[in-house]
């Protein structure tokens, strides 16, 4: 299960840091990255994210198996120890069934997240695969001096060639047509990173959607993650000169319903707190192994 990333003096301090799930709240609505990243504020798990941390567990865990154990079967047998693995954790996610006197809703979750677990199946062969990294936390720091982090799901290495392909499971559906380049931001992100900490461009970016069973592929190049460099940087600027003006804009969309912090949010009425003293953006470990915080992350 994904641990908290490494911790250091800096990160106390004010830092330039940057994830793929933070530049992702800033271009959604730059009030909700204020609320995560600055106010920080505490969400309510939701069933959906819960669901996909667990998945995610499972499917790394599958890999501690020797390549003829990795069934379907064994991987159904992973999910309730890593359920409890999670309560340990994350003793919030309790709240999700506080009602549930039966144990109805619990199992009707566990049968949502056993789909997803058989359906990978239908999508990859576990047994023909030997990762060379799972939950890997990366981070570089650019030239401009912004740090890139994050974790990638699972990280492959051709044998021979030693060829990378970077892979990212999804629980949710695949975008709709005309989506899908916004949907490999993400992995376009973690490309730069490896490449940057490397000096290999992945071969391929493979984002594995558990929830429609579909499989997007993109194969990167240098010009790609240039390109992507850039825009990070003007995400960073922007970031910056809404710290500076105090600015932080709500961008009401559909995404909204998923939001923890609606009732704060001035396009629904509310008010935001006072900004914290000091607010500067980064100086957290903002991929902390909190569940996925709404079914796009997931
Ligand atoms: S409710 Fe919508 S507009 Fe308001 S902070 Fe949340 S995501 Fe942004």
């Given at each position: 299960m994904r641990t908290a990333a490494p911790t250091t003096v800096e990160e106390s301090a004010f830092r330039l840091t940057l994830s793929p799930s933070r530049a992702s709240d800033f271009m959604t609505c730059p009030l909700?990255?204020?609320?995560?990243?600055?106010?920080?504020?505490?969400?309510?798990?939701?069933?959906?994210?819960?669901?996909?941390?667990?998945?995610?567990?499972?499917?790394?865990?599958?890999?501690?198996?020797?390549?003829?154990?990795?069934?379907?079967?064994?991987?159904?047998?992973?999910?309730?120890?890593?359920w409890e693995e999670l309560l340990e954790v994350e003793p919030e996610v309790a709240t999700l069934f506080e009602d549930d006197t039966d144990g109805t809703a619990l199992r009707g979750w566990l049968a949502s997240a056993e789909e997803l677990v058989r359906r990978y199946f239908s999508l990859e062969d576990p047994t023909r695969l030997e990762p060379a990294e799972r939950e890997l936390y990366v981070e570089t720091t650019l030239d401009s001096g912004l740090c890139l982090r994050g974790y990638v799901d699972r990280l492959d290495r051709a044998p021979g060639t030693g060829a990378l392909r970077v892979v990212?499971?999804?629980?949710?559906?695949?975008?709709?047509?005309?989506?899908?380049?916004?949907?490999?931001?993400?992995?376009?992100?973690?490309?730069?990173?490896l490449w940057r900490l490397h000096g290999q461009v992945p071969k391929l970016l493979q984002l594995i959607y558990l929830g429609s069973g579909e499989i997007l592929r993109y194969e990167?190049?240098?010009?790609?993650?240039?390109?992507?460099?850039?825009?990070?940087?003007?995400?960073?600027?922007?970031?910056e000169r809404a710290v500076e003006s105090g600015d932080w804009r709500p961008k009401p969309t559909r995404m909204c319903d998923?939001?923890?912090?609606?009732?704060?949010?001035?396009?629904y009425g509310g008010t935001p707190p006072p900004l914290p003293e000091n607010a500067g953006p980064g100086n957290g470990t903002d991929e902390a192994p909190s569940p996925r915080m709404s079914p796009v992350d997931a």
């Open positions: 909700l990255y204020r609320f995560r990243t600055i106010d920080r504020l505490p969400e309510r798990p939701s069933p959906e994210a819960t669901r996909g941390t667990v998945v995610h567990a499972v499917l790394e865990r599958l890999f501690d198996l020797p390549p003829a154990e990795r069934t379907p079967e064994q991987a159904v047998a992973l999910l309730y120890p890593q990212d499971y999804k629980t949710g559906n695949a975008p709709r047509e005309g989506f899908e380049q916004r949907a490999m931001f993400q992995m376009r992100f973690y490309a730069l990173v990167p190049d240098e010009a790609d993650l240039r390109a992507t460099e850039r825009k990070l940087a003007a995400l960073w600027r922007a970031i998923w939001c923890n912090h609606k009732a704060l949010c001035p396009a």
